[in-house]
């Protein structure tokens, strides 16, 4: 399996902020922003780098640079919000959009939008969403984002269903996922158990 648990004890008591149903929405954004930095940190670790020769003002030195761009492609809109951080982490990443709703009765995920930059086949492309449930929008943004050429892609969320986490390495084996929870099923909604609810939802203020 392919997946990875980022884990710390500032992520335990980060997912407790989050699961609580009594945190507002502000409280719910710095929490889930605090561990979007970790698994920005995490995901970097695969990053290539290539050697750059830096000037100091005293002399020449080694230095390094990202081999590859790096594309964020949060999907709509719940993924907004990873965005900043992995963007605080990676100030030249470059952002596409995917707006991916789940059909609340068929739970597959319907397609609205999609914008994103040129070259993805020679970028390392980052999807954004915190829950990972039946994985049919992770895996359909992965399919889309394939679609258009991208070939080195990395899917991070914060919260995972074992359902979702096995649709992804069924449908793309090769998609690392990154996850700061590994949750225990799916209730007959489709929502994550224990979760945290609908993320967009708790982010947005929109409940
Ligand atoms: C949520 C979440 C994921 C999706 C996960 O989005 O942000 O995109 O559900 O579920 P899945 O793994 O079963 O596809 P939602 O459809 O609620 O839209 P929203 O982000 O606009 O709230
Ligand atoms: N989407 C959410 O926001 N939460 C879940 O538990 C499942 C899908």
Redesign the pocket.
């Known amino acids: 399996m392919k997946l990875t648990i980022v884990d710390n004890p500032l992520i335990k008591r980060d997912i407790t902020y989050l699961r609580d149903k009594e945190t507002r929405e502000y409280q719910f954004r710095i929490a889930l922003s605090r561990i979007a930095y970790c698994l920005a940190i995490e995901i970097s670790k695969t990053f290539d780098i290539i050697d750059r020769e830096v000037e100091t003002p005293l002399e020449v030195t080694a230095g390094y640079k990202l081999r590859h761009q790096i594309v964020l492609v949060p999907?709509?809109?719940?993924?907004l919000s990873l965005v900043n951080s992995f963007i605080e982490m990676i100030p030249d990443a470059k952002v596409g959009h995917i707006g991916?709703?789940?059909d609340e009765e068929t739970?597959l995920?319907v397609d609205y939008y999609y914008k994103a930059p040129k070259n993805l086949d020679v970028s390392k492309v980052i999807i954004l969403?915190?829950?990972?449930?039946?994985?049919?929008?992770?895996s359909a943004a992965a399919t889309f984002l394939k679609e258009r050429g991208a070939k080195d892609i990395v899917m991070a969320c914060l919260i995972a269903s074992p359902e979702?986490v096995k649709k992804m390495n069924n449908d793309h084996p090769e998609v690392p996922v990154y996850t700061a929870q590994l949750d225990r099923e799916l209730n007959d909604q489709?929502y994550i158990l224990p979760g945290l609810g609908?993320?967009?939802?708790r982010t947005f203020g929109t409940l």
């Open positions: 999907v709509l809109r719940a993924g991916l709703q789940r739970l995920p969403d915190p829950m990972l449930a039946t994985g049919g929008s992770a979702g489709g609908d993320a967009g939802d």
